[in-house]
């Protein structure tokens, strides 16, 4: 029942896609059929709405385990494709079926974990969920980024971020030095990406005349690198 539960789901949820408008970048960097991770900020409940409507395809989505302690969202998010982990102490069922679902699928993570009230600019720490599912399935990461808080009527920015695919060692559980390096460079690649995001939207990059030259950063990014060199790779 999941597909056609899920399908029925993007429908009413398109009904409701005039009230937030959503300017989407980065469609080149969709992958429609291909298994991978859909990594992204989490801002608000209308974030997973808005990515089922923009994202085209079927995908499954992991939530906390809090949100299966109750009838109804248990029935209702179990049904839409969800599965439940503890944050804490992971079931290993639930990590098997994780990996089952990335042969030949798509997941939706939220890697901070909880959502974030605080300045939509920053993300807060990544859990090590996302370097444990990226090592062991060996899958690359799909960068989500929204620009802000979704609001009634209020036009956002949704980033699609070029694939992240970093893990040498794929196809193996890394150890916890290993996940926390891995952690780490996510944490890098997405502070970079919102430079690269800030940029677009102040410059409406998405516009042919606004386009920066193949190869070409902007300023801002040319400062962020200077400043900010890229983690160390050994043990990734």
Same mark, same amino acid.
């Given at each position: 029942?999941?597909?056609?539960?899920?399908?029925?789901?993007?429908?009413?949820y398109?009904?409701?896609?005039?009230?937030?408008?959503?300017?989407?970048?980065?469609?080149?960097?969709?992958?429609?059929?291909d298994?991978?991770?859909?990594a992204?900020?989490?801002?608000?409940?209308?974030?997973?709405?808005?990515i089922?409507?923009?994202?085209?395809?079927?995908?499954?989505?992991?939530?906390?385990?809090?949100?299966?302690?109750?009838?109804?969202?248990?029935?209702?998010?179990?049904?839409?494709?969800?599965i439940?982990?503890?944050?804490?102490k992971?079931?290993?069922s639930?990590?098997?079926?994780?990996?089952?679902?990335?042969?030949?699928?798509?997941? +939706? =993570? @939220?890697?901070?974990?909880? !959502? &974030?009230?605080?300045?939509?600019s920053?993300?807060?720490?990544?859990? #090590?969920?996302?370097?444990?599912?990226?090592?062991k399935?060996?899958?690359?990461?799909?960068?989500?980024?929204?620009?802000?808080?979704?609001k009634?009527?209020?036009?956002?920015?949704?980033?699609i971020g070029k694939?992240?695919?970093?893990c040498?060692?794929?196809?193996?559980?890394p150890?916890?030095?290993?996940?926390?390096?891995l952690?780490?460079?996510y944490?890098?690649?997405?502070?970079?990406?919102? +430079? =690269? @995001?800030?940029?677009?939207? !102040? &410059?409406?990059?998405?516009?042919?005349?606004?386009?920066?030259?193949? #190869?070409?950063?902007?300023?801002?990014?040319?400062?962020?690198?200077?400043?900010?060199?890229?983690p160390?790779e050994?043990?990734l």
């Amino acid at each position: 029942m999941g597909k056609p539960f899920y399908y029925f789901g993007k429908c009413l949820y398109t009904l409701g896609r005039p009230f937030f408008p959503t300017k989407v970048i980065g469609k080149e960097n969709i992958k429609k059929k291909d298994s991978c991770i859909y990594a992204a900020n989490h801002l608000s409940s209308i974030d997973i709405p808005l990515i089922q409507v923009h994202i085209p395809g079927y995908r499954r989505y992991i939530g906390k385990k809090e949100y299966s302690e109750k009838a109804v969202p248990r029935f209702l998010l179990s049904h839409f494709g969800v599965i439940f982990i503890d944050r804490d102490k992971p079931e290993l069922s639930v990590m098997r079926e994780i990996f089952k679902v990335l042969d030949d699928g798509q997941i +939706v =993570i @939220f890697p901070e974990g909880t !959502r &974030n009230h605080g300045d939509p600019s920053e993300m807060l720490p990544i859990k #090590g969920g996302l370097a444990i599912f990226a090592a062991k399935s060996g899958v690359p990461v799909v960068p989500v980024l929204f620009y802000r808080k979704p609001k009634l009527f209020r036009k956002n920015y949704m980033y699609i971020g070029k694939p992240i695919d970093i893990c040498e060692a794929k196809g193996r559980l890394p150890n916890a030095a290993g996940a926390e390096k891995l952690t780490a460079r996510y944490e890098y690649e997405f502070a970079r990406l919102r +430079v =690269i @995001f800030d940029d677009v939207v !102040r &410059n409406r990059r998405w516009k042919k005349k606004n386009r920066l030259p193949a #190869g070409e950063k902007c300023p801002e990014l040319e400062e962020w690198d200077k400043t900010h060199p890229v983690p160390t790779e050994e043990g990734l």
